[in-house]
């Protein structure tokens, strides 16, 4: 099943996940030392964030690594653009409000 990559960033402990991960690839356990949860917790955040394909997996020996699919990160930058430029236009509205303001009182 594939999930949609919203549902991964929705919880806080996913996103501490891929903030680990984005550092260097880890295993499970390595990835559970960091949390005060059950090792069963993380293998299911980690299913999670792999379904929405933002994991690659790979096999060293017996240990699974878990990396970052970084390119799919943007998927949520697109996202979040729409937003970065609403904001923009109102900091450069309020910068205009302001520089006005502060001509009148001259």
């Known amino acids: ?17 891929l903030v680990l991960i984005a550092v260097q690839a880890m295993t499970p356990n390595g990835i559970a030392e ?7 917790s993380i293998s299911k955040h ?3 964030l792999s ?8 096999q060293e020996g017996r240990e699974i690594f878990y990396e970052l699919k970084i390119e799919k990160m943007k998927e949520i930058d697109i996202w979040l653009d729409q937003f970065r430029k609403i904001i923009e ?3 450069q509205n309020l910068d205009q409000l302001l520089f006005t303001l502060k001509n009148k009182k001259k």
Do not use: G, S, W, Y
Not at 51 to 58: I, N
């Open 1 to 17: 099943m594939r999930r949609d990559i919203f549902q991964a960033i929705a919880d806080p402990t996913r996103r501490a996940i």
């Open 46 to 48: 980690l299913r999670i």
């Open 89 to 91: 236009e109102r900091f």
């Open 34 to 40: 960091h949390f005060d949860i059950t090792r069963q």
């Open 51 to 58: 379904e929405c394909d933002l994991l690659a997996q790979k």
